[in-house]
């Protein structure tokens, strides 16, 4: 069982930045996949981001790719999202989710955690 928990939303504007930070409970962080999803108001969940469980791999959705950065800390059991440049169309609430399988997914159905997530809001 895994329990994750968002912080680091808010408002922003338009080509300002932000950091999420998803922090995990249990000693098995490190043997999760990690990944970053995000759901607009009247829109389904979207694949944002997620990384390996050694950091080796990243995988990113084309619409955040080059400014968007994930990361994370197995030591502090975190998973972070670095946001630049961010455009009113990144407005959502973002979930962090964690994966049991060996590879990077971008499909909703393969995370078996998610978080209640935190709402970012970029004004333009």
């Known amino acids: 069982q895994v329990q994750l928990v968002e912080s680091g939303g808010g408002l922003v504007q338009a080509g300002g930045s932000l950091r999420l930070s998803c922090a995990a409970s249990g000693r098995t962080f490190s043997s999760y996949v990690m990944g970053w999803f995000r759901q607009a108001p009247g829109k389904e969940r979207e694949f944002v981001a997620a990384i390996s469980r050694s950091s080796v791999n990243t995988y990113y959705a084309d619409s955040v790719k080059g400014r968007f950065t994930i990361s994370r800390d197995n030591a502090k059991n975190t998973v972070y999202l670095q946001m630049n440049s961010l455009k009113p169309e990144d407005t959502a609430v973002y979930y962090c989710?964690?994966?049991?399988?060996?590879?990077?997914?971008?499909?909703?159905?393969?995370?078996?955690?998610w978080g209640q997530g935190t709402q970012v809001t970029v004004s333009s």
């Open positions: 989710a964690a994966d049991s399988t060996l590879a990077i997914t971008t499909s909703r159905a393969s995370y078996d955690y």
